[in-house]
């Protein structure tokens, strides 16, 4: 299983590249987004050196060309009109960090949950990581797998037969799906040096 990339390493996470940098980092970004809801894979995969996401709603890490491909086809089968609404854009000392809407119509099978033709709008938040060279390293995406969920099981028509067992089809390909392990790249996480300043006991 190949490691996860080095997390990068800014100078002072309290100091901001200049302008010129900032720019440039938001107009890939940008364009990234642009070539996705395009899918033009080869335009996509090529704001990254190495392909690299971290999905962290289901602790899965898709990582090179081939699985990220692979992810790409899989979430377009499922949604195959699925497009996005931007709603912020913010940059940190080494990230470009977006809060979006991410929507969609479930037409196809979204891992072992079959198709309920239901749409939709989930707010999530991507962290665009960058390294020491302005390399965009990895896409990490933080989102509530329920919410989707509760979208696409809102619009089954449970007062007939037919709605209730593909509800049931659902809830079990869920099941299955939330009994995946998690990824032991992003269980191994390691607490960051802050230069001395007391974080207090997070243990519970």
Do not use: C
Request: glycine share 6%; aromatic share 8%.
């Amino acid at each position: 299983m190949p490691a996860l990339p080095a997390e990068p390493s800014p100078p002072s996470r309290f100091t901001l590249p200049p302008e010129a940098v900032l720019r440039a980092r938001e107009k890939l970004v940008l364009d990234h987004f642009r070539d996705e809801v395009r899918q033009d894979w080869d335009a996509t995969l090529s704001t990254f050196p190495h392909p690299h996401y971290e999905l962290i709603a289901q602790m899965l890490v898709h990582d090179g060309d081939r699985e990220v491909r692979g992810y790409y086809r899989d979430t377009r089968v499922a949604f195959p009109d699925q497009d996005h609404e931007l709603i912020a854009l913010r940059h940190s000392a080494d990230a470009v960090i977006v809060e979006f809407w991410l929507q969609g119509t479930h037409r196809g099978m979204l891992g072992r949950i079959p198709p309920t033709g239901s749409r939709h709008r989930t707010r999530m938040t991507a962290y665009f990581l960058f390294d020491e060279n302005e390399n965009l390293v990895t896409e990490r995406v933080y989102f509530d797998q329920l919410t989707i969920l509760r979208q696409l099981i809102a619009g089954l028509d449970r007062r007939k037969p037919s709605g209730l067992l593909k509800l049931a089809r659902v809830l079990r390909g869920a099941l299955a799906t939330a009994g995946s392990k998690p990824d032991p790249r992003l269980l191994n996480t390691t607490e960051p040096d802050l230069g001395g300043q007391d974080t207090g006991d997070v243990r519970s």
